[in-house]
């Protein structure tokens, strides 16, 4: 890859000498006034396509009834603004190519004086909308966010999957970096999973799923971003909604909130909490064979199948104070504390080579997890002028994470007979993370830009585990199990970016150097680790209009996935007496390097070919354990290389004007090259995925949504996976002056989502079958009360992003 690095290097010098460069497209400008032509603050303004009226952005007009659209795409748009008391108004159709637009003054008119009938403006917010690099998922514009989960909505979105260990996947890529509100969730697999159950749909405002990350973010994500933003009410005086749902599929689901927020002149007040109760059916089969020198020795069968209780309770307060007219200072508590509690029992047989019974017992597994978790951010924004062209932005983040998991593995033999045995475990752990982040950004003269920032965290993790062993009613500590792991962590960033315009090219590139110091010790088996290097990642993004209907753009990056803390975690926690989750401390960073080509036809159909190469990628595997006896370990595994190509296809259309259609179609190629458990790989296959939605507006304030996904055959590293998909459907209507939401919907209406994989190596063969409680009814009610004049929302993002998501990651 010296050859990438040199090229970028070229290029990135002959932008040369300072050239500042600007943003990704032209500006539209305007203000509002009222009736008498006095300027209007806060009113809504949006931004439309003016082929189907579509809303492309929405901004708020300020102080001086001014507002700005950044980075439009070449096309033809108009403009409407909207305020309680008075009637929506608009401008006239436009043209943006290559420069600024500036609008006529919109007046806005009394409410019931004027009506708009050249174009039916839609009432509610398209689910989806696009943008040059993303793709934005507006949650609560769908009836399915009903009684979801974040994870249940993640599922269903365009490009994203979620495997059997709730691993995480973009365009059937892993190493996706996951960040709320601007900070990165510490967390990656089934513990990420675990807390995005936790966080119901209903406090989330949008999800961002972003392909071609730039130099300011982390430059973990080698499969993209995906930025989770919960809600804020913009709302003057005092307001707030609270929201009550009640699911059912195999067993009951509960979810409420309420948020509360008081904006007065300078000071704004906000705050949320959220209680659920989740119980969550799970089923696991499992068949294995075993080999020796070739020759089949015996297989077993399990039947793993019970409940998992969810109790989660979610806070948010802060406050935002504005000290000057061009300074503006936060702070913002979020917390979360989760109790989980599982009762899975197992029964497992193993058979000799001739299929003869060798062992039949039955396991009672009780499991308890509780996750508490506190996180502070203090921001700062300045604009060192009136323009806003000089602004800078800090934060600085304290989050303290814990993990209390106490597990019962009761097991008693039929065959042959003896003593029932107890593995018993304690894991307590504790993450403890900082970060301070600054980042500067200056517009210069003739749309010029320039970007730049620093960033430094430090991570510290203590987790101890304590596992024992009660046979005939004496308690052994087992000494192989238990174990004490530290790690340490310090990573500090810089970045720069430039954009630049030249005609109808727009150019931007960046670059970002970051250095990390790790070092992790095992008290017990003294197989300690210490890192340090620096790593330099450039990224280049081009984007030229060939036409007034067709774009052509192409981006290229360099990015890491270093190990979560809990990947590097050797812990084990046990599924069944004879398979169970490690850790794995060996595990070394992953390094990508991407090339991504995108066609846009009339700004809605998009059309991307892309590539990427991964070194030392870092996969999920299931493969026998060191003790033998038959026994399997889930860890994670480095393997050599991995080639990915992928085609991706975006498709809005409109039958009617009451019927819109949005398909996302993802075909790709992905290869792997490594050697593990004995089995040499260099293996891929085809694979695709669909997701349809279908949004009706069907009159008198109901909408409803039809949505199906399908995920085609598919080989990830040495796991085959077989087909599977579902619909969804969902009913919404809207009631009490627009002050109430009422939700209906069902999940997985024929139930066809079970996973279905094969795992095999050159001594083992495991099939798998797993299903869970994803067919479910639910039934939701929102009520909003208090004012309704908006004023805008402001920026509130942290620094520890990085670090957030891999603190966790079993």
Excluded at 102 to 113: A, E, F, M, N, R
Excluded at 442 to 466: A, C
Aim: net charge positive; aromatic share 10%.
């Amino acid at each position: 890859m010296q050859f990438f690095l040199r090229t970028y290097f070229l290029f990135f010098i002959s932008l040369g000498g300072g050239i500042a460069l600007a943003q990704n497209g032209p500006n539209v400008l305007g203000s509002v006034h009222d009736p008498a032509g006095a300027v209007v603050e806060f009113a809504t303004v949006a931004l439309h396509r003016a082929t189907d009226s579509t809303v492309i952005k929405t901004e708020f007009s300020n102080a001086s009834g001014a507002y700005q659209f950044a980075a439009v795409p070449a096309g033809r748009y108009f403009v409407s603004a909207s305020l309680v008391g008075f009637s929506r108004s608009q401008t006239g159709p436009f043209a943006i190519s290559t420069f600024n637009e500036t609008l006529p003054v919109i007046q806005l008119k009394p409410s019931g004086t004027t009506q708009l009938k050249e174009v039916t403006v839609q009432a509610r917010k398209p689910l989806f909308e696009r943008e040059n690099d993303r793709i934005v998922v507006n949650v609560d514009a769908s009836p399915l966010s009903a009684g979801a989960t974040s994870l249940e909505i993640l599922s269903r979105s365009p490009g994203v999957t979620v495997d059997q260990n709730d691993n995480l996947a973009l365009r059937g890529k892993q190493g996706v970096l996951v960040l709320i509100d601007g900070k990165r969730v510490p967390m990656t697999g089934a513990e990420l999973a675990d807390m995005l159950r936790s966080l119901p749909a209903n406090s989330v405002e949008k999800i961002e799923l972003i392909t071609n990350p730039p130099a300011k973010y982390d430059a973990a994500g080698s499969a993209g971003i995906i930025a989770i933003k919960l809600k804020k009410d913009g709302r003057q005086g005092t307001n707030g909604s609270v929201t009550a749902s009640y699911g059912y599929g195999r067993y009951g689901k509960l979810a409420s909130g309420l948020t509360l927020n008081h904006r007065h002149k300078k000071l704004n007040i906000f705050g949320s909490y959220n209680y659920n109760v989740r119980n969550v059916f799970t089923q696991l089969t499992l068949h294995r064979d075993f080999y020796q020198n070739n020759l089949f020795t015996g297989s077993s069968d399990q039947d793993n199948a019970g409940k998992t209780r969810y109790i989660t309770n979610t806070y948010r307060a802060g406050l935002d104070y504005t000290l000057s007219k061009r300074t503006l200072l936060g702070v913002v508590v979020n917390g979360m504390d989760m109790d989980a509690k599982a009762s899975i029992p197992n029964v497992t047989k193993t058979f000799g080579a001739e299929g003869q019974l060798q062992s039949s017992y039955q396991s009672a597994n009780n499991r308890g997890l509780r996750m508490p978790n506190v996180a502070t951010n203090l921001n700062l924004k300045h604009s060192f002028d009136s323009t806003g062209k000089r602004e800078l932005t800090a934060d600085v983040d304290f989050a303290h994470y814990e993990t209390h998991r106490l597990q019962n593995l009761a097991t008693t033999y039929s065959v042959p007979v003896i003593a029932p045995t107890v593995l018993a475990g304690d894991l307590n752990g504790g993450l403890n993370i900082t970060s301070f982040k600054a980042d500067y950004v200056h517009s210069l003269p003739n749309q010029t830009r320039l970007e730049g920032g620093i960033k430094t965290s430090w991570v510290n993790s203590d987790n101890d585990v304590l596992f024992t062993n009660l046979i005939e009613g004496q308690t052994i500590i087992d000494t192989g199990k238990t174990n004490h792991f530290r790690y340490n962590e310090n990573i500090t960033a810089a970045y720069i970016t430039i954009n630049k315009t030249i005609k109808k090219l727009s150019i931007q590139a960046g670059l970002r150097g970051e250095q990390t110091i790790a070092k992790g010790v095992q008290v017990i088996g003294n197989n300690d680790f210490k890192r340090n290097y620096f790593q330099l990642f450039p990224s280049v993004f081009l984007k030229q209009s060939l036409s007034k209907t067709h774009d052509l753009s192409v981006s290229l990056s360099r990015r890491i996935d270093r190990p979560t803390y809990n990947q590097l975690n050797p812990f084990r926690a046990y599924i069944d007496a004879t398979t169970y989750f490690s850790g794995n401390p060996s595990l070394f960073p992953q390094l990508s390097y991407n090339v991504e080509l995108t066609h846009t036809f009339k700004q809605k159909f998009i059309t991307s070919i892309s590539y990427s190469r991964t070194d030392q990628p870092i996969i999920s595997v299931v493969q026998p354990a060191p003790e033998g006896n038959r026994q399997a370990v889930s860890t994670f595994q480095n393997l050599t290389r991995s080639d990915y190509y992928g085609l991706t296809m975006t498709i809005p259309v409109q039958p009617t004007s009451w019927w819109s259609m949005d398909n996302n179609l993802v075909a790709y190629y992905q290869r792997f090259i490594g050697e593990l458990a004995g089995t040499s790989l260099n293996a891929g296959l085809p694979a695709y995925t669909i997701n349809s939605t279908n949004t009706f507006t069907l009159g008198h304030g109901w909408t409803a949504d039809l949505t199906g996904n399908y995920q085609s055959h598919q080989l990830y590293g040495f796991l085959d996976i077989q087909p599977l998909g579902q619909l969804n459907i969902g009913l919404q209507k809207s009631m009490w002056n627009k002050k109430g939401t009422l939700k209906l919907n069902m999940t997985d209406i024929f139930y066809t989502s079970p996973f279905h994989a094969t795992s095999e190596y050159a001594n083992y063969r495991e099939q798998f079958n797993q299903r869970q409680d994803t067919r479910v009814a639910t039934a939701s009610l929102t009520y909003r009360f208090g004012n309704d004049t908006l004023t805008p929302s402001r920026r509130r993002t942290g620094g520890a992003e990085d670090e957030k998501r891999r603190a966790g990651g079993a």
